[in-house]
């Protein structure tokens, strides 16, 4: 079922096209680079320029999204980043390529913040939750199309062209921004807050709650992430099932977090936000480690599909926890903070990935990656037990 608020239907819309153009882009930069060089190093090097790019572009995203217009830095970042990939479309080395790319993020960065922060501003008569699932689940399902889009446009287009695929993604997202009506910003003038662009970084240091799940959020991403690093190896040497195999269990974890953000209201309904947050959490830690023992694809893919249903609950409900408890007038920046923590650890991840994965073998690493995860969610347990959310109620608990 749709949101009955347009806006809130079009501000979906809007993430999906514009999820589909980073992760499109994402995709297209890996395939060009290796296509220049042929080395996975330069393809490394490419990918945590991006990373770096991501998390110090958050951080500029949240304080521009806090300070101006919303709508407004929303649709020129967009413009200014799909210009950006155009010029990639027209070819470059991998200097360039570099460069270019990490410029388009930093010019797009407002547009996640901005989401995040205008959301409770436009759910007019409608229900927050529901509309964070109906948003969250549109994002999923373009970082579960872009792979597949990649992969098939290469071979028709060739990695240049995705570029410019990227780019008119981009453009069409920023048309879809300027049918949204509404207002963007709510009235920033009852809480007083600091103008500090590491302003949203102070408010999540000082919330019990918005830190237990940033805390949780970024040890599950930290020691689970490389994980995405053994999927093609458990496909093609464990199973033998090639580079299909793997495309299987990348498309089955992206159609589960797709259901999942769908689940997502139902579960925050009756669990509460926080305690879908954990239980979503310990559930996915459980999975991920039962991949260490599937004896075929098709019981890894169901796996994968149940690690990504709990994924897209946690992650709807990570949004809804960081709506309801800032102000309209640091919103952006303790999104921006979220998100920039969770990207460096994701990049910290990735970048010891490899040796796990060379230590423990593809199994081992989905075994020590549920660990981690189940402690994760252990911790963020222990810290929201008892803690009250702005209503008074206790967090996991009715």
Not at 369 to 377: E, F, N, R, Y
């Amino acid at each position: 079922m749709l949101p009955y608020d347009k806006p809130v239907r079009l501000i979906g819309v809007f993430a999906f096209l514009a999820a589909f153009c980073e992760a499109l882009s994402f995709y297209a930069a890996a395939l060009y680079a290796y296509h220049l060089t042929g080395s996975v190093l330069a393809v490394a090097a490419v990918m945590t320029a991006i990373a770096v790019a991501e998390t110090a572009g958050a951080v500029l995203g949240g304080t521009l999204a806090d300070r101006l217009d919303r709508r407004l830095v929303a649709a020129c970042g967009g413009v200014a980043g799909a210009l950006l990939l155009a010029v990639l479309a027209l070819g470059a080395g991998i200097v360039v390529l570099t460069a270019v790319m990490v410029l388009a993020i930093i010019a797009a960065s407002p547009i996640r913040p901005v989401v995040g922060a205008a959301l409770p501003n436009l759910v007019v008569e409608g229900d927050l939750r529901f509309a964070n699932g109906y948003v969250q689940a549109l994002r999923n399902a373009a970082l579960t199309l872009a792979p597949v889009a990649a992969g098939v446009g290469v071979g028709i287009v060739g990695a240049r062209g995705i570029f410019a695929v990227a780019a008119a993604s981009l453009l069409a997202a920023v048309l879809v921004l300027v049918f949204v009506r509404g207002r963007f910003s709510g009235d920033r003038t009852d809480v007083q807050v600091s103008d500090s662009p590491l302003e949203g970084f102070a408010v999540i240091r000082a919330d019990r709650v918005l830190l237990a799940v940033v805390v949780a959020g970024s040890l599950s991403w930290l020691t689970a992430a490389y994980c995405a690093i053994a999927d093609l190896p458990l496909a093609i040497e464990e199973f033998d099932a090639g580079e299909a195999g793997y495309g299987v269990l990348v498309a089955a974890w992206g159609i589960g977090q797709t259901l999942g953000a769908v689940l997502a209201t139902g579960a925050m309904r009756r669990f509460t936000v926080t305690g879908a947050f954990v239980a979503s959490l310990a559930i996915e830690g459980v999975v991920i480690a039962t991949v260490a023992g599937a004896p075929t694809l098709i019981t890894a893919a169901i796996a994968f599909a149940i690690g990504g249903v709990m994924s897209g609950i946690g992650l709807t409900a990570d949004q809804v926890i960081v709506q309801e408890r800032t102000p309209d007038g640091v919103r952006g920046r303790v999104r921006a903070a979220n998100d920039a923590i969770m990207a460096a650890a994701y990049a910290l991840s990735l970048g010891v990935g490899g040796f796990v994965v060379e230590a423990l073998g593809a199994r081992g690493t989905y075994l020590a990656g549920g660990a981690g995860v189940l402690a994760a969610a252990f911790i963020g347990y222990r810290v929201l037990r008892g803690a009250a959310p702005v209503g008074g109620q206790p967090i996991l608990h009715e």
